[in-house]
């Protein structure tokens, strides 16, 4: 338990936590009306990693969390023609590539290297849901089964 708290809270650290939550929250506010994007899949991906990198390697924080959702907006900004809010999810893009170049210039950089193959694991999870053949499909269907 005492490994989770640390890890959420940055060691105590309420800049990094707030900082890390707010792009959380901006990243999830601008994929959540995605209904009909698989976005989710790649979440519990990002959260398995962060939380066997807490407990494997001893590190704080879960800014892998929403890098991965920055790859996933990323996805969907470049690639999905009909995303719903694209601009939420630049604004969200830009405010997590602020938090990457922030962290890039004020951690060691096998964080920004963490980070960005957490952007790489959140995009490519997230293509590879939605080239998924419609009848393994995990997309939200309309209507009466």
Known sequence: MQTIVRALTYNGSVFDTVLNALVLIVLVAALLPQRRSPWWIALVVVVVVQIAVWFTLGVVGFSLVWSGLAGVAAVDVLVRRGAWGRWM???????????????AVTVPPISTIAHLLAVAVGAGVHALALRAPRHLSVRRVDGPV
């Open 89 to 103: 999810l630049r604004g969200a893009l830009i405010l997590a590539l602020a938090a990457l170049l922030y962290y």
